[in-house]
């Protein structure tokens, strides 16, 4: 029995610990999905006018002013959709987007670190991981490139 408890805690160590990351990132960003302390006011009220006018039918570009690339307004608005019309809508989706990169940074470090070694450098990358405040676009933009580092590391290995 107890063989059987240790095999199947090495054959399944890198997604037990890739889990337990996702929940120390939870406890340790629940606090952002109910207050965000600095706001830029010209560029955080034209992202929300920008999500809320996506979630109306509105295009970017063409139906209102956007300088950005396309997807975010989408994906923002898909939260304001399911939450409601709120900033803690948005915040909820910004904490998905770093819990998401999260993922691809322990991904990318346990191909070359043990699956504690990533557990470790995830944890220190959610307590010190610099925060652009002034757009939320930015968090989508941390996401896809953590993405394409994972999967160009996964190609060089």
């Known amino acids: ?9 090495k054959k399944y160590e890198k997604l037990i610990f890739l889990i337990l990351s996702l929940l120390l990132g939870i406890l340790i960003l629940s606090h952002i ?15 929300f006018y920008a999500f809320e006018r996506t979630l ?8 209102y002013w956007w300088v950005y690339g396309p997807l975010m307004p989408y ?19 910004k904490v998905f987007l770093v819990l998401l990169s999260s993922i691809f940074f322990y991904a990318t470090i346990s191909l070359f670190a043990t699956p504690v ?6 944890g220190w990358l959610f307590l010190f991981s610099p925060d652009f405040f002034f757009t939320y676009n930015h968090t ?3 996401t896809m490139i953590f993405a ?6 996964r190609f060089l290995k």
């Open 1 to 9: 029995m107890k063989q059987a408890l240790i095999y199947i805690l």
């Open 33 to 47: 999905v109910d207050y965000q302390a600095l706001l830029s006011q010209g560029d955080h009220g034209r992202d």
């Open 56 to 63: 109306k039918g509105d295009l970017p570009y063409i139906d």
């Open 75 to 93: 994906y923002f608005a898909l939260f304001l959709k399911i939450f409601g019309i709120t900033m803690k809508s948005v915040l909820i989706g």
């Open 117 to 122: 070694m990533a557990f470790l450098a995830t």
């Open 140 to 142: 989508g933009g941390f």
């Open 148 to 153: 394409i580092i994972y999967f160009l590391c």
